[in-house]
Structure formats: structure tokens, C-alpha cells
């Protein structure tokens, strides 16, 4: 049976070499017009820069038909867009002076007086509920009704508002810090837009200035819509600077390497042009730029470079052995062309498995960052090759760096420790496992939206002072139905939402509940003449008459009016909380649902939670699994690629575990140093895997071509192709390790901790390629040293001469 197979796969190995000639050919050939269709094409990609949006939403993590997102667009329609409050607060005693205290309130005044704000909730404006003693009705009086103009007036009206007025406490002040604020709520139309950033880094940043430059107090800003505002700034700014310091840092350590001006210039042009298309094809799929998605074009260079070496390397060999330019262009399309290729296609299909997420986030950026992995190779092949063939030979001294001896020095110390420490090398290996795996059971899963931004960032030590003041700020939503019209204000309901009010209270990283409740009280205090110790929900005696005027105070006064449906049948309770942790946020979460089944009888009433913060909990653990099965299938496809190229299930699991071992232990460094894992994070692993596997291809491409000129000789094989590819896959592996480490430089925690972690699993991938993988290469010959078990290849995927930067 073996006699067809092996006609069929000579077929195959020649079919490919052909093809790769051919392609050299018409490369070469046709130069000027392939550069021009080049830059036709780059200038296409150019012009959909003007298509590219940055995201002015927060990221969903969940799949649309998701029931949670279901549920929140539901509270959408009900009730509007919940995060359009942005919060402005000052705790300095110099703000109770007259002349600040105006200043305050002429700040809310200008603020209220933009089109982009729908009303704002300050001192200035705030609504005190006065009884009418003649009419006998309720009526709304302003706070402030005189001009003020001595500290006395202030005193008093301080002293008025922390004693008497509990409806404001967490609303607009802390009683106990002394910290007033104001409310700011933005038309709910623009929040989602572009139109709510340029208001806030145009129009708002600067009022605030202006009022801290006059008064000298210090200004605390937050809430979503500016926290978001700020956030996505950042990430503009960054990617900038991540594609110089990308640039700087694989330009210097390839000029190190190559010791060549012309080199280096030409790696940076193809590079640059990868980066240009991978905007252009942002814009031209018109996708949003958001935090994985800012990160391509800075991966793209990183990536690109090792194509480069690989080329650039394979020319300067092929010149310095006959000199001949020609015939030197031809071989490194012919020879190297599959190579890159192939690394290259399992790199994309990395990223690829993102695709297979129901996360629209990961969706688009597998979906740019795999074909922008392709077009760079596309673009490496095709100029590289055609800009030398303009340029005269290389000198002699860019040649030198073939000969380097602390290179040599690098090679022959891996090769003696697989030569003779092989038993060193598994137990090393076999204690990385288990510590590892250790490691893996005390990792945490993050699910919170704040922890990846920059935290030396104003606007994050804000939502800081905010959550100390004011306990939190990331919003959470119940949303009663009490399946009735007017249900909402039957004394029944109101006592039941208040209950529940009161176990939010009692949860210390819950603020003080918002809902229909508190006016009602505030009512029946105004009732009794402002009173503070009425403040509480009234008698069933006193519910009539205060619950007319409460219906009336709900149409007249801003403040509530989108706690209760047009048709009182639905109310909702909104609180903010604090940046916690996933499993507390998970019994914070378990706890009020045990509360609202006690509280709400299933039969009479509809309750669910729901808000940003929930919603951002709940992407990141569905994020986690979907990421997990991506990984698994990263796994089976190279699984399959091996399979496809060796043709036995040995050579697939010798090939796998190099790879999956360096995923393992950077698992257990992220449980050991408590990074945990998020949305951020939990790329690395699909990202490293599918570019440290590139090592392994050459490694074995190598490995097999020696073995049928050795003829099987497995020793002398593993050695050869450890001294001849260890070079390329160290330099490009240096590279790898730099290009990602620039990530480093990221003011986000997430960004951070990628490029960490994905060097240091492509370092840990390098040292397990070339020591693990040989290693086990000669430890298992006798079971896999037959010429059934290791046929020959179906793809020569490597030339005879190899990548090796010696002669």
C-alpha cells in the first residue's frame, strides 16, 4: 500500500517546487509592474484611512442574542441609556468660602447651558419639596433663593443641606467628608458618538480648568461617558508610540544582527507598508479601533521583521557562495518563499481562531490581524527580493555577521546540553510541569472594565476618590415589573423595593440605591414640614395624599423622572459599585438575587439585574470559554498541519509538546505573580502559540531533510539541524522577545501583561525548540527511526541549504 502514497507525495513535493520556480520567475520578470500594483494598492489602503472610527461604546463582550443582552437592550427601551452621568466633586473646606461657592455654582450653570447636556444636578439648582400651608399641596422650591454673598449665608446653607435634606445624601455630598458634587446627565442620544468625546476633551475639560485656575481647588471628574472619553484617548495616543518604540526596537537589534544600513532601511520600508495596510484595512472593513485592535499595527511590524531576516539572510548566504545576484534572487523565492509561508500560516491561523469567538471584539481583530499576517508576508516576498535586484551586491563586510562567534558559542552550548544532559532536561522540564500546574489552580479571573486602564492616569485616581466618597461608580440595574399598570406605587411595592433597598445598603461596595422609594420619602418629610426623621416611607393612612403629590413631583422634577415607566408598571433601583474582584462581584451578585426572590413573590412580580458592570462580568467569563475552545482549536489545526507534513502521530505529539509546555508555564507565572485572567490576558496564549510553533516547523523541516540525506541516521540529523537552524530561530526569537516586550511600555495593565507574557512564553518556546525538542527527537529514535513512521514529507518546506547565518 505504501508504493501509491509515496508516488503520490514525490508528485507533491515537485508540483510545489515547481510552483515556487515559476513564482520566482514572474517575480523577477516583472518588477516595475509589481511594484507599481504595490503602490496603486498601498495608496487604496491610504485612502480608507478616512473610514477608520475609534469606539465610542464600551466594549461588549457578550454575543447579541445573548438572554442577558437581551434583557439589558430591553432596560435600553425602557428606560434610556443608563450611563450618560458624568459626576464632578471637590472635597476642600476653601469651596464654603462665598467667592468659590458662587464659582461652584456658576460652573453648573455653564455646563447646564451646552446642547450636549440634557440637565444638570448641582447646588445651583437643586429643588427643595416644601409644603404649601395654604393650598395644602406640595410645591418645589429652589435651594438657593438669594444671591449670596457672606459666609454666614453659605454656613447656613451648608449646614441646611448635609442636616436636613437625606433625599441628596450620595446624591450630591458625603455628610461625613464634607465632599459636595454636581450631576451632570448628557442627552442620552449622544453618548454612544464621537460627538460626546469631542464635548468632553473640548468643551468640558476646559470649563473645569478655567474653574480650577480661578479658584485653586481641585476638581475630581468621573462617570462612564468621561471615564470611556478618557480611556479611548489613551489608546489613541498609544498606538503612535507603539509603533515607533516597535520600529526603534526591531530596526536597532536587526542592525545589530546584520551590521547593514541598506538592510535595515529596506526591512523598516516593508514593514511601514504592512502598517499602512493594516490601517487601510481597518477603515476599508470599517471596523472600530479599540484596545486589541490598536495593538495590530505594532504587531505587524514585530512579525514582519523575522520574515525579513529570513529573506534578507538567505541572500547575503547565497551571495557569499558564487556570488552570482541572479541566481541568488531566484533561490530565496524559490527556497525560502514555502518556509515563510508556511510560519506564516500557522502565525495567522493563531489569530485566526479568534474568529470562531461569538465575541464581536475578538471577531474583528482575528479577522484584521490574520490577513494583515499574510499581507506582510505577501509584501517581504514580493519587494525584498526586487529592491536587491536594483541595488549592486553586498559587501563584504555585511557578509561578517555570518561568522559571528559568540553566535557559534550559542549553538554549540545547546547542542552539548542535548548532546549530554539530556536526563537534565526532562527533569527540569517535568519540575517546570508540575510547578506550573500548580501555579494554574491559583489564577483569578478578572472581570472587572476598570483594571486595565492606566492606573497613573487622572482620570483613574478619580474613580478612585469616587469610590471612597461615593461608593463606586460602575452602575448596576434591577428592574422590577410588578406585571400591572400603576404597580409601582401600590404601598406593597414600594415597601418591598425599599427592603431591597435596604440589603444594597447593608453591602459595603454597593452605594446608597437610587429609586422611585426615595422620593416617595422625601414626600412625606416634606409633608411634615422638611422634618428629617420623616424621612421614610408613609403609613398606609398617610399614602393617598402623599402619593398624589409624589405623581406630581415626578412629572415636574428631572431628578426621577426615568425611575418609573410611562405606565408605572415598571420601576427600577439603580446602585454603582465598586471595583472588586470577580468572585466578590459574583456573591455580591448571588446574594441580591437570593434577596429579590425573597422579597419578590415570582407570581406578582418580574425581577432581573442587569447594567454595565454585570454585563462586563458576565462578557469576561464567556469570553474565558470561548477563548479556551479558540486555543484548543489553534491546537488541533497544527495539529493537523504536523500531520499533514510528517504523516505519524509520534512526530505530531513530539512536535506539540515543546510548544504547549512554554503555554503551561505561563500559566503558572500568571497564577504565581497574580495576573489574572481577562480579556487581555487570555490572548497570549493563542498569540504565542501560533508563532512559537513556527520554530518547530523549521526545526523539523530541517531535521527531516537531513535524515534522508543521512539516510536515517538520526543522531548526525537532530545535530545538523540544530547547528543550521538554531541561528535563524535565535535571531528571530530575539527579535519576537523585543518587539513584544515594547508592549511594556503601556500605560494599560492588559497591554502590559501581554507583551510580557507573550515574550516571555516565545523565549520559554525557543529554549524548548531547540533543547526539549531535539532532546526528545534522539531520546525516541529507535521508535521512530523507520522509514514507514517518518516518510518523506508531502512538502519540502525547507531548502537543503536552510536558513543557517553560517557558511
Known amino acids: 500500500m505504501s508504493f501509491p502514497v509515496e508516488v503520490s507525495l514525490e508528485m507533491v513535493a515537485k508540483l510545489t517546487q515547481g510552483f515556487w520556480a515559476v513564482t520566482a520567475r514572474v517575480i523577477l520578470r516583472n518588477r516595475i509592474l509589481i511594484l507599481l500594483l504595490i503602490t496603486a494598492f498601498t495608496v487604496f489602503m491610504a485612502m480608507q484611512w478616512e473610514n477608520m472610527r475609534f469606539s465610542n461604546s464600551q466594549a461588549n463582550l457578550l454575543p447579541d442574542d445573548h438572554p442577558l443582552n437581551l434583557e439589558y437592550q430591553d432596560f435600553l427601551k425602557l428606560f434610556g441609556e443608563e450611563g450618560n452621568a458624568v459626576v464632578f466633586a471637590v472635597n476642600d473646606s476653601a469651596l464654603y468660602s462665598p467667592t468659590n461657592f458662587n464659582r461652584w455654582n456658576k460652573l453648573s450653570k455653564q455646563l447646564g447651558a451646552f446642547p450636549e447636556v440634557d440637565f444638570v444636578l448641582s447646588t445651583d439648582n437643586l429643588q427643595e419639596l416644601i409644603k404649601d400651608k395654604e393650598k395644602q399641596e406640595f410645591v418645589l422650591e429652589p435651594f438657593i433663593k438669594t ?66 485656575n480661578e479658584t485653586g481647588l481641585d476638581v475630581h471628574i468621573s462617570g462612564m461617558p468621561y471615564i470611556r472619553t478618557m480611556n479611548s484617548q489613551n489608546i489613541i495616543d498609544e498606538i503612535g508610540k507603539f509603533i515607533l518604540a516597535a520600529l526603534g526596537v526591531t530596526s536597532l537589534i536587526f542592525f545589530f544582527f546584520f551590521r547593514s544600513v541598506r538592510a535595515t532601511f529596506i526591512s523598516m520600508f516593508v514593514v511601514i507598508i504592512g502598517v499602512m495596510w493594516a490601517f487601510g484595512i481597518l477603515g476599508l472593513l470599517q471596523y472600530e479601533i479599540t484596545v486589541l485592535t490598536a495593538l495590530i499595527p505594532p504587531l505587524i511590524i514585530v512579525i514582519g521583521i523575522p520574515n525579513c531576516i529570513f529573506l534578507i539572510n538567505k541572500y547575503q548566504q547565497e551571495v557569499k557562495k558564487h556570488g552570482n545576484q541572479a541566481l541568488s534572487l531566484q533561490r530565496v523565492i524559490s527556497k525560502i518563499g514555502n518556509a515563510t509561508l508556511m510560519t506564516n500560516v500557522t502565525t495567522a491561523s493563531g489569530f485566526a481562531t479568534f474568529i470562531i469567538t461569538d465575541s464581536k471584539l475578538l471577531k474583528e481583530f482575528g479577522i484584521v490581524a490574520s490577513i494583515n499576517i499574510i499581507g506582510i508576508f505577501i509584501i517581504s516576498l514580493l519587494i525584498i527580493p526586487i529592491i536587491y535586484s536594483f541595488m549592486p551586491l553586498p559587501k563584504t563586510k555585511h557578509l561578517k555577521h555570518l561568522n559571528k562567534k559568540w553566535v557559534d558559542a550559542f549553538v554549540s552550548w545547546m547542542e552539548r546540553i542535548v548532546r549530554e544532559k539530556r536526563i537534565s532536561v526532562y527533569i527540569t522540564s517535568i519540575v517546570l510541569l508540575v510547578v506550573s500546574i500548580i501555579g494554574i489552580y491559583q489564577i483569578d479571573i478578572s472581570g472587572s472594565p ?54 444594597i445598603d447593608e453591602i459595603p461596595e454597593l452605594s446608597k440605591p437610587i429609586s422611585v422609594v426615595n422620593l416617595v420619602k422625601y414626600s412625606k418629610q416634606a409633608f411634615y414640614n422638611g422634618i428629617p426623621k420623616y424621612y421614610q416611607l408613609p403609613t398606609t393612612q398617610e399614602n393617598n395624599f402623599i402619593m398624589d403629590v409624589a405623581r406630581k413631583s415626578s412629572d415636574n422634577g428631572n431628578l426621577l423622572k426615568s425611575f418609573v415607566d410611562s405606565t408605572g408598571q415598571m420601576a427600577r433601583i439603580t446602585t454603582f459599585m465598586k471595583d472588586v474582584k470577580t468572585d466578590r462581584m459574583e456573591d455580591i451578585e448571588a446574594r441580591l438575587l437570593e434577596n429579590i426572590a425573597k422579597i419578590f413573590p415570582e407570581e406578582r412580580y418580574s425581577v432581573y439585574m442587569t447594567g454595565s458592570a454585570l454585563l462586563f462580568l458576565k462578557g469576561t467569563k464567556y469570553l474565558v470559554k470561548n477563548l479556551i475552545l479558540s486555543l484548543a482549536f489553534a491546537i488541533f489545526l497544527i495539529a493537523l498541519f504536523m500531520a499533514y507534513l510528517f504523516r505519524s502521530f509520534r512526530m505530531i505529539i513530539i512536535s506539540l509538546i515543546p510548544n504547549l509546555l512554554p503555554l503551561v508555564v505561563t500559566a503558572g507565572v500568571m497564577g504565581f505573580v497574580g495576573v489574572p485572567i481577562k480579556p487581555s490576558t487570555i490572548l497570549v496564549f493563542s498569540i504565542a502559540f501560533g508563532i512559537s510553533v513556527d520554530d518547530t516547523i523549521h526545526f523539523l523541516a530541517k531535521y527531516r531533510q537531513e535524515l534522508t540525506e543521512s539516510r536515517w541516521h538520526i543522531k548526525n540529523s537532530v545535530y545538523a539541524a540544530l547547528r543550521e537552524t538554531g541561528v535563524s530561530m535565535f535571531y528571530t526569537s530575539i527579535v519576537l522577545f523585543f518587539g513584544f516586550s515594547v508592549f511594556v511600555i503601556s500605560s494599560f495593565g492588559g497591554t502590559v501583561a501581554l507583551g510580557a507574557l507573550v515574550s516571555a512564553t516565545l523565549m520559554f518556546a525557543m529554549l524548548a525548540n531547540l533543547i526539549l525538542l531535539p532532546s526528545l527527537l534522539l531520546s525516541l529514535e529507535r521508535s521512530i527511526a523507520n522509514k514507514e513512521v517518518l516518510r518523506k514529507p508531502q512538502i519540502d518546506i525547507l531548502p537543503k541549504e536552510e536558513l543557517n547565518t553560517k557558511d
Open 147 to 212: 444671591e449670596i454673598n457672606t459666609q454666614k449665608e453659605v454656613d447656613t446653607l451648608v449646614n441646611h443641606l448635609f442636616n436636613d435634606l437625606p433625599f441628596y445624601d450620595n446624591l450630591l455630598f458625603n455628610k461625613e467628608s464634607r465632599t459636595v458634587r454636581t450631576v451632570m446627565y448628557l442627552d442620552k442620544d449622544i453618548v454612544n458618538t464621537s460627538v460626546r468625546k469631542d464635548f468632553i476633551l473640548r468643551d468640558l475639560t476646559s470649563l473645569v480648568d478655567n474653574f480650577e
Open 450 to 503: 476598570i483594571e486595565d486602564m492606566p492606573k497613573k492616569a487622572d482620570f483613574f485616581k478619580d474613580i478612585r476618590f469616587f469610590e471612597k466618597e461615593f461608593d463606586g461608580i460602575m452602575p448596576v440595574e434591577i428592574v422590577v415589573d410588578t406585571k400591572r399598570p400603576k404597580g409601582v406605587l401600590k404601598p406593597a411595592t414600594l415597601k418591598r423595593m425599599d427592603e431591597l433597598g435596604n440589603v
